[in-house]
């Protein structure tokens, strides 16, 4: 089944004492959805929850509009599911705007800009075979100075020309979670600035092996509170190279990493 969505507004309504914590949209049953210039909120539940085996492509959709209508999350992804945004904003989402899980799911992300939200702005873990992004901002976001805003636990996550600007967390961590491959980060010509730290390879949790890999080239990793580049634990025969990239002005407090 296929379905085409185009100018609409989608909302779950909040109600004062009531849990409304629905999706706008829920995906399954090998459903196709192209949704263009739409708006989405939610408050208490993901906006659209692309399930097993569907595939669902965004295009110029707005998630959270303004600081009345805010959504809980944008997107959460189940096994052998597939998205492609376009230029969507996630502007003010308190929890994960886009959530790529369950085994085999792959999330494209072009042009999209993720501001002011509260947690993380992209997770992929539990399984979530691989995350591209191009051309985006994040930017404003983040809450705690412990977080991270891009944190990739298993898979792979390719980077091109994004920019993590201003934000007050840090901005990327690949960290093997427990139970899964360990996971591989490409970032290429991407602008880290003024955020509490930059790219972190975390040590993981499970056995002595976990950890991950990578390969950084023609970046810019500037005036990060803390440290521009942190190297904890690398897998068992992996490396992380590291190519032609700038780094300057990072810690002690150098940006301050500001959401304001």
Known sequence: MSVVLEDLTLAVPHVIGM???HHCIYLANKAELKARGCVFFSPNAPCIAVGKETNCHLIDCCFGPDKERSASSGVIMEGRSNLVAERCLF???RGVAVEVRGAGSAAHLKGCKFVKCKKQAVILHNGGKE?????CLIE???NLLTDYLLVAYCGTAQLYK???VNNKSSAVLVQCDIGQ???VLDMRECILEGNISGVTFGIGEGDSSSGGSGILVNNQITDHA??????HKVAPNRKVEIVDNIFRGNGPN???GNSD
């Open 162 to 164: 994004c920019s993590f």
């Open 254 to 256: 150098a940006g301050q």
């Open 131 to 135: 995350l591209f992004m191009e051309d």
């Open 181 to 183: 491959s360990a996971p």
């Open 91 to 93: 502007l003010r989402c």
């Open 140 to 142: 404003h976001c983040g």
């Open 19 to 21: 849990d409304t914590g």
């Open 226 to 231: 803390q440290v521009g580049l942190t190297i």
